[in-house]
């Protein structure tokens, strides 16, 4: 699985793929000694113009709470777009969470904490843990934070890339969702879908495989079309082809043959326009 193209670094304007750098290990005391910074916003517009970098005491830990320490967080377009004010979901402006002086969120929605103090009374999370935010809007774009047990998710640390733990709760659960929510698809059954070598189209490839579901990946064309070919048939995609492949009669009387006439039950479409209309022109 690929993430985003991007992760978080310790900068509201140098943004480039690394994990925050931060290896020291902290417990329990009756302060916590850590200055946290976090990206965060007062106002709703550009990431480049409203974020900024805000350091900040970390709250002192109590018996039911945890301190996190980010290890890596992804940018998300459904990032950009909640800073921008055109996502669905806003999180509230506050002052208590970042002890501002005026009402901020953080920015982020997913990314992947080690857990580094507990309260006395917390039972089912221990140090060491790596953790997922429970919810959207926590605010991920940031070092450390203090949490409830039932604000994460423990995800196990044997298995996971630093980069796939950090990007498990967007892409891959959209991937799930777009394959189970919608048609009763089967064994054998056939989806379509273009944008394929997206991170959620990889992820569709994947799960697909695993379900015995089989793939028609649309992505367009480029000098390195074989390289990327080979590279998301190397994931399970069954069949690939490029967008200006896509309405040729020649296509069409293949995908005919790859699916023995059976109807495609699925199409995913996150490109709209001609290509989306192609695109549907193979389902049922």
Same mark, same amino acid.
């Given at each position: *699985?690929?993430?985003?193209?991007?992760?978080?670094?310790?900068?509201?304007?140098?943004?480039?793929?690394?994990?925050?750098?931060?290896?020291? !290990?902290?417990?329990?005391?009756?302060?916590?000694?850590?200055?946290?910074?976090?990206?965060?916003?007062? !106002?709703?517009?550009?990431?480049?113009?409203?974020?900024?970098?805000?350091?900040?005491?970390?709250?002192?830990?109590?018996?039911?709470?945890?301190?996190?320490?980010?290890?890596?967080?992804?940018?998300?377009?459904?990032?950009?777009?909640?800073?921008?004010?055109?996502?669905?979901?806003?999180?509230?402006?506050? *002052?208590? !969470?970042? &002890?501002? +002086?005026?009402?901020?969120?953080?920015?982020?929605?997913?990314?992947?904490? +080690?857990?580094?103090?507990?309260?006395?009374?917390?039972?089912?999370?221990?140090?060491?843990?790596?953790?997922?935010?429970?919810? @959207?809007?926590?605010?991920?774009?940031?070092?450390?934070?203090?949490?409830?047990?039932?604000?994460?998710?423990?995800?196990?640390?044997?298995?996971?890339?630093?980069?796939?733990?950090?990007?498990?709760?967007?892409? @891959?659960?959209?991937?799930?969702? *777009?394959?189970?929510?919608?048609?009763?698809?089967?064994?054998?059954?056939?989806?379509?879908? &273009?944008?394929? &070598?997206?991170?959620?189209?990889?992820?569709?490839?994947?799960?697909?495989?695993?379900?015995?579901?089989?793939?028609?990946?649309?992505?367009? &064309?480029?000098?390195?079309?074989? +390289?990327?070919?080979?590279?998301?048939?190397?994931?399970?995609?069954?069949?690939?082809?490029?967008?200006?492949?896509?309405?040729?009669?020649?296509?069409?009387?293949?995908?005919? +043959?790859?699916?023995?006439?059976?109807?495609?039950?699925?199409?995913?479409?996150?490109?709209?326009?001609?290509?989306?209309?192609?695109?549907?022109?193979?389902?049922?």
């Amino acid at each position: *699985m690929l993430a985003p193209t991007l992760l978080l670094a310790r900068s509201a304007v140098r943004l480039r793929t690394c994990a925050i750098p931060n290896r020291r !290990q902290f417990t329990a005391t009756s302060s916590s000694g850590i200055i946290a910074k976090a990206l965060v916003y007062s !106002q709703y517009g550009r990431p480049t113009e409203v974020l900024r970098l805000h350091s900040h005491p970390l709250p002192v830990l109590t018996p039911s709470t945890i301190h996190l320490r980010f290890l890596a967080a992804p940018i998300n377009p459904a990032d950009v777009n909640q800073i921008e004010g055109a996502y669905p979901i806003k999180p509230p402006f506050r *002052m208590d !969470q970042v &002890n501002s +002086e005026v009402p901020v969120a953080v920015g982020g929605n997913e990314g992947v904490a +080690e857990v580094i103090a507990v309260g006395d009374e917390v039972s089912d999370v221990k140090v060491g843990d790596w953790v997922v935010t429970a919810r @959207s809007g926590f605010g991920t774009w940031r070092t450390h934070a203090v949490a409830t047990p039932a604000e994460v998710e423990v995800i196990p640390r044997e298995g996971l890339s630093l980069v796939q733990a950090a990007t498990i709760t967007v892409n @891959s659960c959209t991937a799930y969702r *777009m394959l189970k929510d919608f048609v009763n698809l089967g064994e054998g059954d056939f989806v379509i879908q &273009n944008a394929a &070598n997206s991170s959620v189209g990889q992820v569709v490839i994947e799960i697909a495989k695993v379900l015995g579901i089989k793939t028609i990946n649309i992505v367009r &064309n480029r000098p390195n079309i074989a +390289e990327l070919t080979a590279r998301l048939t190397a994931i399970g995609a069954t069949h690939v082809l490029t967008d200006d492949e896509l309405g040729k009669v020649t296509t069409k009387e293949k995908i005919k +043959e790859w699916t023995g006439g059976e109807p495609i039950l699925l199409g995913l479409n996150c490109v709209g326009g001609r290509d989306a209309t192609e695109l549907a022109r193979y389902l049922g």
